[in-house]
């Protein structure tokens, strides 16, 4: 039964591929238009997206979009690992937004002749350079920009604030098991919160391993010894849960960021999210780092 069902599902996307496919041939000369149909599975350039002016042309989004707001009612197509061609398909999109590593989704999407936008991680240079990217790409290259040079108005602004005062040796933890030290994953010196931690004072202690993230074992964080110690956790931590895994750091008091408090653990989604809220992140990091700075 499973078996039928799966051939069923496959006869129905190909269907939907020819059929789109067709589409796409009689409307070639139409080709060099800006997109009117946008499906974005990275909520990154959904973001983005909408901070550009296309927000209107989005048609569908990944399982895991939920900003802005907009987002909430759009068609959900899946995400990374589950994306959904029967569905991505029946929206006729023109231009599909995808994760460098969704290859086969792309190979689809290039049958049904639907323009995909390849997307791979980068550092903070690389959020400015989508952006003016994709803005090139759906007609909206004044808009992104105009985005672009506020961002990196605002990245400079915060800057000069913290300018001349002591930067700070930070451990920036990305993930580890709730109650313990155990699953650790830290900022490694590549990527953009490691490019933001450096905009806003800090030193990142791991800034020599040229990786996006470390698993450093606790003898590795006690050689280290960092002044401070900034937990990124924008998901599945209730805030009332907070101060007790502060105190999990407490197993190690000879590192200066626990004999001095300086332990911090943030829980919002934008800031890891590499798209246009990047200086609110830089901001509310720097706020933590050198609260001084923003008396």
Not at 25 to 38: F, G, L, N, V
Not at 99 to 105: H, K, N, W
Request: charged share 20%.
């Amino acid at each position: 039964m499973a078996a039928h069902s799966t051939r069923l599902t496959r006869a129905v996307i190909a269907v939907l591929v020819a059929i789109v496919a067709i589409a796409a041939r009689d409307a070639a000369p139409r080709a060099a238009e800006a997109p009117k149909r946008i499906i974005s599975l990275v909520p990154a350039l959904t973001e983005m997206l909408f901070a550009i002016g296309s927000g209107p042309q989005v048609v569908g989004v990944s399982s895991f979009d939920d900003y802005p707001p907009e987002v909430k009612s759009l068609p959900r197509v899946g995400a990374l690992v589950d994306p959904d061609m029967e569905r991505i398909l029946s929206l006729r999109p023109d231009l599909v937004i995808v994760y460098g590593s969704q290859t086969a989704v792309e190979t689809q999407l290039t049958r049904a002749g639907i323009r995909a936008y390849n997307y791979r991680h980068a550092g903070l240079a690389g959020v400015f350079s989508t952006i003016r990217d994709l803005g090139n790409t759906v007609g909206r290259t004044r808009e992104s920009e105009q985005v672009a040079r506020q961002i990196q108005q605002r990245l400079d602004s915060i800057k000069m604030r913290v300018a001349g005062l002591q930067r700070v040796r930070t451990l920036l933890v990305f993930e580890r098991d709730l109650g313990s030290l155990r699953g650790l994953y830290a900022s490694g010196g590549v990527g953009f919160m490691h490019d933001i931690l450096g905009i806003v004072g800090g030193i990142n202690v791991f800034a020599d391993v040229s990786r996006e993230s470390v698993q450093p074992s606790v003898e590795t964080i006690l050689a280290r010894a960092p002044d401070m110690i900034l937990e990124v956790r924008p998901t599945g931590l209730p805030r009332e849960r907070i101060p007790a895994e502060r105190r999990v750091w407490e197993a190690l008091p000879s590192i200066p960021a626990v004999r001095k408090g300086q332990i911090h653990i943030v829980t919002d989604d934008y800031l890891v999210t590499p798209g246009p809220r990047v200086a609110q992140a830089a901001e509310a990091i720097a706020r933590l780092i050198h609260p001084e700075a923003f008396k």
